[in-house]
């Protein structure tokens, strides 16, 4: 699926949340959403699936989102970077996300068990209850069983162990191929396993855009004056480690 | 497009459903009901002749007064938090990255919640008067039994109404228990008494009273039933009486059935729109 904003601008009071941001990501592009807190990333992931209104046009498939929204949602699978406290069961959860998207709850099974959660175990309890790394599978299994087009992912490591963070990284190769993925991440590690294109974005607006590579190379901190690549990256020729120092700035987790 | 629709709506349904039974609204809604009627039942039934009626009857219009009070309370408590909670906790995030619209989410939330509230009333009205006929011996008014489910419906879904509009509305969730409050004391208050009061002390035109009185639901639920029951000046209080004179107690009962039920319409109207057409999070 192709996303495409135009002059997108978001206003909540009188905060600036986005200011004329234009971007296209092609049909099966991964992008990386990076930037430090309150930059806009929420808020254009929010914006692209329809969940605040904007100035601006947000377009997906050339099509607003309006225009047919269950079956553009249909083909949209979100992973929230706090999963809700529902207090509804796993059960319940699954069995409803089945009911509207016309999955079999045995393929979210699966997933789910492929990154090492037993969803017979949490069958019955609360989402609110389970730990934060099993709400995130949870959350991820429930997405990528859906086979969206359109896969947007809001830092979903954040809660996994060493060991879940390698296999959502080995399920990520296998499920995307041609999907498109918008990812929204502070963790260098993530942008370089999922991403292959980075905008970041600073005060609502684009600061850069580009390479995924050439921003792990520190040219995007570069480019943008971060304070001291310029002097990181004298010190340290490597460009990956000099981007990771500075990286920092911008917010990101190495 | 139609069978999505409906999978989206049976889907929120079946879920706000669980998350009613999860939170004992249900039960809670029952008990309450079931507790008065018990004790109208044991008080009701050893005591004298009021208003006319006897027995199961004077026991139905009894309840029913006191359920004029408690039933917008009840309905505020059920709605008023709904929406800013599911905002809140995240609940909307997620469940909007799903194939849901918004116009049926609101939809299948305001179906649960007033289902959750009238059914139990119905099926408590149904067996006090069973066990009116069975047990007592006595004959069904299915007129006022009727009068007075629909005037309690109509009641309800009106606060229905009101709280989803609040809940819409008010983002934050101490502010909007505090406008739920205002509203139910406003209902509760305005009826006969207090509105002879502020006419005395704010020496108010009648006409407008009468008009307060009207436009009140609580209060023009009230003086339907007891119009419908026995319109007498001790039953209905000055206002209701000078009303049923006026008007009769067809157009009273005609306005106490339509008036809750369109003022309730008016704000889940209002609701809806701002819930489909403002942020989402």
Redesign the interface.
């Known amino acids: 699926m192709q996303v495409e904003l135009r002059k997108v601008t978001k206003r909540f009071g009188s905060v600036l949340a986005l200011r004329n941001v234009s971007l296209v990501v092609p049909s099966g592009q991964k992008v990386a959403l990076v930037g430090p807190n309150g930059s806009g990333k929420s808020t254009l992931i929010r914006a692209i699936m329809g969940m605040v209104a904007v100035e601006g046009e947000v377009l997906l498939n050339g099509r607003a989102p309006f225009h047919d929204p269950l079956r553009l949602a249909n083909q949209i699978a979100y992973v929230p970077q706090n999963p809700p406290s529902l207090s509804a069961s796993t059960s319940e959860l699954v069995h409803t996300v089945s009911l509207l998207r016309g999955l079999k709850e045995s393929a979210v099974q699966v997933i789910a068990s492929s990154l090492n959660l037993n969803l017979g175990e949490v069958w019955n309890r609360p989402v609110r209850e389970l730990s934060g790394g099993t709400k995130e599978k949870l959350m991820v299994a429930l997405a990528v069983a859906a086979k969206p087009s359109l896969l947007i992912l809001d830092e979903p490591t954040a809660s996994l162990d060493t060991a879940s963070r390698l296999r959502f990284f080995e399920l990520f190769e296998q499920f995307t191929v041609d999907v498109t993925v918008i990812l929204c991440s502070h963790r260098f590690e993530e942008v370089r396993q999922l991403a292959r294109r980075v905008v970041v974005l600073e005060a609502g607006q684009i600061a850069w855009e580009g390479e995924a590579s050439d921003f792990l190379d520190g040219q995007a901190l570069v480019a943008m004056g971060v304070q001291g690549v310029e002097d990181s990256q004298e010190r340290l020729p490597t460009g990956p480690t000099a981007s990771a120092t500075a990286c920092k700035d911008l917010g990101c987790e190495v | 497009?139609s069978i999505?629709?409906s999978?989206?709506l049976?889907?929120v349904v079946?879920?706000d459903f669980?998350?009613v039974m999860?939170?004992r609204w249900l039960v809670f809604s029952s008990g309450l009901y079931a507790l008065l009627a018990a004790l109208f039942v044991l008080v009701g039934l050893r005591q004298s002749t009021v208003l006319g009626f006897t027995g199961m009857g004077r026991v139905l219009l009894s309840l029913c007064h006191v359920l004029l009070l408690l039933l917008p309370l009840v309905a505020l408590a059920a709605c008023g938090q709904v929406i800013n909670r599911a905002r809140d906790?995240?609940?909307?995030?997620?469940?909007?990255?799903?194939?849901?619209?918004r116009s049926d989410y609101f939809l299948a939330v305001s179906l649960v919640r007033f289902a959750v509230l009238v059914l139990p009333l119905v099926a408590l009205f149904a067996l006090l008067a069973f066990l009116g006929w069975t047990i007592f011996g006595q004959e069904i008014s299915w007129v006022f039994l009727g009068r007075s489910v629909v005037i309690c419906a109509s009641l309800l879904w009106a606060f229905v109404g009101f709280g989803l509009a609040i809940s819409v509305s008010v983002r934050n969730q101490a502010k909007a228990i505090m406008y739920l409050l205002v509203i139910w004391v406003t209902g509760v208050v305005l009826l006969d008494f207090a509105l002879i009061g502020l006419m005395l002390v704010w020496r108010l035109n009648p006409q407008t009273i009468f008009i307060l009185a009207s436009l009140n639901p609580v209060e023009a639920a009230r003086m339907a039933l007891l119009s419908s029951a026995d319109p007498t000046l001790a039953a209905l209080g000055p206002v209701g009486f000078y009303l049923v004179n006026r008007l009769g107690t067809g157009v009273l009962f005609a306005l106490g059935a339509t008036w809750p039920a369109a003022a309730g319409s008016i704000a889940w109207i209002w609701g809806r729109r701002q819930f489909i057409?403002?942020?989402?999070?």
């Open positions: 497009m999505r629709l999978k989206s049976q889907a079946q879920f669980a998350e999860r939170s906790d995240g609940t909307f995030e997620f469940l909007f990255s799903q194939p849901i619209t057409q403002n942020d989402l999070v």
